[in-house]
């Protein structure tokens, strides 16, 4: 278990979601050996993602790029644009 593993901080999806900027669209990128890959999701598919996901509080880094929350899909987290508030 790394440092990081101690950090996780799991979010109930009510949580996740007041984390959320309006709009229809939000943006997320997700992170790999050779760059940052950037989209923007609608929010119904967003949080249909929430709801099957994952979600947790993003790391340092991320939450410093106004992503701070990260939903686990999978093997790799998917990091959300989030309210300044939420930061």
């Not at 997700?30 to 993003?58: F, Y």
């Amino acid at each position: 278990m790394s440092d990081e593993d101690d950090k996780k901080a799991p979010l109930t999806f009510e949580e996740a979601v007041a984390m959320l900027p309006d709009g229809d669209y939000i943006h997320t990128f997700r992170s790999n050996p050779i760059c940052l890959v950037g989209a923007d999701w609608e929010r119904e598919e967003l949080l249909e993602a929430i709801k099957k996901g994952r979600p947790e509080k993003a790391g340092p880094g991320a939450t410093s790029m106004g992503h701070a929350l990260a939903i686990w899909t999978g093997d790799e987290p998917l990091f959300v644009e989030t309210r300044e508030e939420a930061i």
